[in-house]
């Protein structure tokens, strides 16, 4: 027991350094104690949003594909993100680590890395946490952000405009291609879109104002596209052709690479932390592209010349139908 | 995918039911947008802390001798404690569960129960979270709290008196009697205090004041004494005397069934969540009771009749020296 409790004091201590080392912009003036007592104190006097998301090995991450880093990495972004889906901006984090024995003092710190690194990249600090013993590796993320004006799910209008920022379709084909072990050039910028997502808190907060309604895709375009329709009471329709038009050249590329149709990428695809969002067309911002409308109904459709089919959240579904 | 996706969808509606169904009191008028969206929202203009605690069956519990609402109430309580530690109120609760495919659903809704029974305790309601899937059962919990002036670890000094609240050695004297299979109505006690404890929330908030430094007893008390006595740079010194004259008549007689010294559960045993603190003997509360003093040097120390020795974090180690 005294052996085992050495050195997690030991981890906690090196975490709390490797998180110490961190840039000094990083940390936030609202923290008044961090790591080190029984909980985090923040001095917080406006609206706060708070959400938490776990990573499990063999769930979210396997560590054929991914280094320590990227794991800590990612799923770090992948936390962040909803805050920035709420048009929020990230304050602050916890990180609850479940590691098994087997794992190395050194694959820790690397995962501890990849964390403060999102970490630092979201100007997040991770201001305290709880290690724990587990047979399987996940990586608990909690995160408070500020914002004045939420952009919620439920917001969407009919008449707005359907509006997507970020990057859709990138990471799946990366995944995929780290899958069919493909090791073209093609694909490298896939690989890393996947490795690498990054959340898109700038623009989340640049949205308030000018977006009535966003969500962030992580799970699939099309199957986040159905919350964002079910909890604002209307329907959604991608209009294939604006929707292709905003994919990079280099996704074409990669796609034709993957023998797969961009768009199925596209629609299926979610670990990139895009922004689905929703707003009258005059207030769109540079950064968003329209990609679609809101209407009244319900569901979520795909329109190609002048013809629809319904899309169900599950892209297995729709690409059989 | 469909069909796993729908029954987490499934399973998210039934545990915000069931978050539901507490009572109106317990919900907070912080609170602006809870389970549904992507993040929780809360109005917060106080000083806030923030904590997150995990517990992973096999590590920190096992369902031989919990049931799965034991399983739920006692992780709520765990995480609450360390923010009733810092002399806080607990204001609102995140929760992120870890689920093995064969938690079947009322296993999940026993589980949640067991929160939701806590949570309405505490007055802390639980207003967002995770699901996840994983191979072994966890529970993380992260809790959020307003204090005007935190209790830290730190601020012991000597001529303090120490101070214990609530109860030491009865969770592990009831962990001992089930781990044994004893059955005696004495240890009846003990078993639900091990099953149920309870976060001491109106305690730590009534010691804002009067102690200068505070700690939970999660993991021992000659353990946890230690994180007191470093962060605090101070010596601790347990008067046995004292510390036996606040055993309760029943946890001496559960101590003599399982044939251990109650001052051994006492300074071993952590799960009671009791609370452990220093302050000027002037302005201990009612409800503490001294069981020892705090001076110059390091270290956590036990003293019998004028004759002391030091204690180290391990009871293991305490024990057999």
Not at 21 to 33: D, G, H, M, S, Y
Not at 238 to 254: I, K, Q, T, V, W
Request: aromatic share 4%; net charge positive; with cysteine.
């Amino acid at each position: 027991v005294a052996a085992r409790r050495t050195s997690e004091f030991e981890r906690i201590d090196r975490i709390q350094q490797l998180l110490d080392a961190a840039p000094r912009r990083q940390r936030t003036n609202q923290l008044e104690v961090g790591i080190g007592d029984d909980a985090a104190v923040l001095r917080l006097d406006q609206r706060s949003v708070w959400t938490v998301d776990a990573q499990v090995e063999g769930v979210h991450f396997d560590r054929r594909w991914l280094s320590l880093g990227d794991i800590g990495y990612r799923s770090f972004q992948a936390a962040v993100s909803d805050v920035a889906a709420m048009g929020a901006r990230p304050v602050a984090a916890l990180s609850s680590l479940a590691l098994p024995a087997s794992l190395k003092p050194r694959e820790l710190e690397a995962l501890v890395r990849g964390q403060a690194e999102a970490a630092n990249e979201c100007r997040c600090p991770i201001i305290g946490g709880n290690l724990s013993k587990a047979s399987e590796l996940s990586i608990t993320t909690t995160v408070l952000g500020r914002v004045k004006r939420p952009l919620l799910r439920s917001g969407a209008r009919p008449g707005d405009e359907l509006w997507l920022v970020g990057r859709v379709g990138m990471a799946r084909a990366g995944l995929l291609a780290l899958m069919r072990a493909l090791r073209s050039r093609k694909l490298k910028p896939c690989i890393v879109a996947w490795r690498r997502p990054r959340a898109l808190c700038s623009e989340g907060q640049a949205l308030v104002g000018r977006a009535r309604a966003a969500i962030d895709v992580s799970d699939g375009l099309a199957g986040d596209a159905q919350h964002l329709a079910k909890a604002s009471q209307v329907r959604l329709v991608f209009e294939a052709a604006r929707l292709e038009a905003s994919f990079s050249p280099e996704f074409a590329l990669a796609a034709a690479e993957l023998g797969v149709l961009p768009i199925e990428l596209a629609l299926s695809g979610g670990e990139d932390y895009a922004l689905l969002c929703s707003g009258p067309s005059a207030r769109r911002p540079r950064f968003a592209r329209a990609v679609g409308h809101v209407e009244r109904g319900r569901g979520v459709w795909l329109e190609r010349d002048g013809r629809r089919k319904e899309l169900s959240g599950s892209f297995d579904h729709f690409s059989s139908s």
